[in-house]
């Protein structure tokens, strides 16, 4: 404990900061990696409201925004939106986000999944007053999804016979996802960031993003489709049918799970 901490006072130096303090912190944070205590140090320093830690967090991450940013194509303007928002979700309120950072991953990474976040929401707060502003009350949202498409009558029945089991499945589906499954597929399906956007959060190649995008939606339909056969008594052609409408459905239903 007595070499982390004298790594993490090396890497920012006058910041002073109650080593019991950092102790408590690091057993609220179990699954921190010895690899990334020094950023833990900081983020615990920050939540504490340590004035040096905030001068050494926007030195050596928010102005890095407009990078983490690079794929999502940010104007300048919503750049600096963004750098405020995460300014004022960081290290505000009763329980600061920057609380939420684990220590599991590098710092610059988990500011960069948040900021492209927080890109995605302030681009879609502002389609939607837009839209209001122009037609009224009457908008709808534009989320891509499909409307009025033509269903088969067999996979209606099946749809709106089990609509609460499903919605319930796939939320508990979701919650039970490794973290990174997760984020993909927030970023992906409620955030709208594409493959070449996702490669650069994630530290890879964009092949392997998009393997790992496939891989995460295959691993959620499988498991709704397990939850739901273990939770309903249907027979062999229902539990079919069921699995063609997790399929046709699976894409939809998590952004508005998301949402």
Not at 131 to 154: C, I, Q, V, W, Y
């Amino acid at each position: 404990m007595r070499a982390i901490l004298a790594e993490a006072m090396s890497r920012w130096p006058g910041i002073d900061l109650d080593p019991a303090v950092y102790t408590r912190w690091r057993d609220d944070h179990p699954d921190h990696s010895d690899d990334h205590g020094d950023e833990l140090y900081l983020a615990c320093a920050c939540a504490a409201g340590v004035p040096a830690a905030l001068a050494a967090f926007e030195q050596h991450f928010l102005t890095q925004v407009d990078v983490y940013l690079r794929g999502v194509r940010a104007t300048p303007d919503l750049i600096d939106e963004v750098r405020q928002e995460l300014r004022q979700r960081l290290f505000s309120g009763e329980r600061p986000r920057i609380a939420d950072y684990s220590g599991k991953g590098s710092l610059g990474a988990w500011l960069r999944v948040a900021a492209i976040r927080v890109a995605s929401n302030l681009r879609r707060a502002e389609g939607t007053r837009a839209r209001l502003e122009a037609h009224g009350a009457d908008a709808t949202p534009d989320d891509g999804s499909p409307r009025d498409l033509p269903l088969d009558p067999e996979l209606a029945l099946i749809r709106g016979r089990y609509k609460g089991a499903f919605t319930v499945a796939m939320r508990d589906a979701f919650a039970a996802l490794a973290e990174r499954e997760r984020n993909l597929l927030r970023l992906h399906f409620l955030d709208g960031v594409a493959i070449d956007g996702l490669a650069p959060v994630f530290g890879v190649h964009r092949a392997t993003a998009a393997r790992w995008l496939a891989a995460a939606r295959d691993e959620l339909s499988g498991r709704v489709l397990e939850l739901l056969k273990s939770r309903l008594a249907v027979d062999a052609r229902e539990l079919e049918s069921l699995a063609r409408v997790v399929r046709s459905d699976l894409d939809v239903s998590l952004r508005t799970l998301l949402a």
